[in-house]
């Protein structure tokens, strides 16, 4: 029986920040884990705890040296410890190291954003005080100067430092480049009453259309847009999107609203941004054929790239319902008159791309024939040297089931003959007309069998159990020397009476396997032994051999005698 294994997730707790303190001062600690916490638990190593569902607690230390922290974290699926060793350090002693520690890492931050784009430079900038940061140590340091040993003095210093508070590094987090593609969605009647300042004798419908067809006709825009984010050792925090336009009229455009529904807190370098109940817009004037406007400008947060959340809006008097919609009328919608040529947006190419698919399959299939067919004959090439090896064991097997054989029965017979397991199943599938190798296409299956059938019906009907031509034979080893018992001398020179003879001359039984293997023809003038049934040699040509042999052993009786 087997038992189910669940394996339950535990929080993982990866670290504490900051691991140094000075004390008489309240830090926040913040712990960075994962695992779909629940709550969290701080064991402060002086006797103090405290519980919160958040990952961060305040505390201050009333003494110095090194604190064991515990923190513990917890799930649906249970708790999880960490230990952190906290430096707990003067008020004194801990100004310097920190003053250092600020100054560095402005340095660091300054020489970064100094390759970011100016609009974001100026607000990262601002942010985070980094133009400050020079400020306030030279005023930390002098205060430290005066302070004369006094400890509240060390802890005010520090109190005015707590909030310089600087990530390790600025990171993009998101980006995405392209052409720029108006939503249509966005395009409201009432906002663009708003923004227009006059009445707007359209329908939602003609407005969204009429403004589609003119920016397409008019228009061209490529779009860069980012998500810059704050990295520390807690988390990483989007801190401002950015978006960059540029703008390539195709005729002279006199204005052109840059409409932000739904945005607030916009700030551009191309310009003065109204807000007008709701919705952001930026004018843009004086626009020149094939000139490039470019225009950027950020959004506080994370903005989500998916969709702009903008669209450029003409002048109303370059509007007009006369317009005709055309073949596309980009609603997302493939309509009677659009394909994929005239229409990319509203209808995808999927006829195209389904011909594509099939021709790859139908190519793939084309090579996949062609590797099966050269796999097929390379390997019954190295099984069978010789063809006439494969449809003697094919004519075998299907004689011997036609007696009533079953497989085991055939294959025991033919591995007394040398035949390997591989060439029996290969032969034996083949006269089958089962797959001999790789799986099977079966496109030139039956021409296979015709000529299986084809070979078997022109042979003669054998029932010998067939051996490998051109490879060594038991039989040829398990020979009987030829009994002639007439022989009166048999006991004089056993040794040459039983040893085989190759042209009236004794050999070796090595010799004899080498003649085996070297020509087959020459078998035949090996005499002492019997050959195997079903293979006769003829008799005159046996009786000659035989009366040779005597004359020979008559004359080694005379030369021992003498």
Known sequence: MKIPIEILSLPVINSLTPLEVPAALEYVFRVSAYGNITSYKCDFGDNSTAESVNNSFKHKYLSLGNKNVIISARN?????????????VSPANYINSTLDNIKNQSNKLNIQISNFPGIVKSYLDRQFNLSQVDTRITSARNQYANAGGDSEQYVSILLGLNDVSLPLVFNITEKLS?????????IKLVDVRKFIGEEVDFTEQELENSALIWFNSNMSVDSDFKVYSAVSDSEVAPIVTYFKLNIVPLNDINKIYLAMPSLSGVETNAGTIKSLDGISVLELTGLLANSIKTVEFIVPGKTSLTYAPFYLFPELSQLSKSLILGECNNNDVCESGEDWKNCRNDCSPW???IIGIIIVIIILFIIYIILQEWYKRNYENRLFRNKNDLYNLISFIK???????????????????????????????????????MWEIPIFKFIENREVARQINGMPVNANVPSPINQPRKEYFNARPINNSNRSYSNANPQIINRPRLNNKPIAPRDVQKS???NASRITNVTGYRQIPGKSMDNSKQNNEVNSDKSQDKLNEGEKKA
């Open 76 to 88: 649906a699926n249970g708790e999880i410890n960490k230990s952190f060793i906290v430096n707990v």
């Open 178 to 186: 392209g052409p720029f593609i108006i939503d249509k969605n966005k």
């Open 351 to 353: 006829n195209m791309a």
């Open 399 to 437: 004689n011997s089931e036609n007696q009533g054989l079953t497989r085991n029965e055939i294959y025991s017979k033919l591995g007394e003959r040398d035949w390997s397991s591989e060439q029996m199943h290969y032969a034996y599938n083949k006269s089958h007309g089962k797959r001999t190798g």
């Open 516 to 518: 085996v293997f070297g």
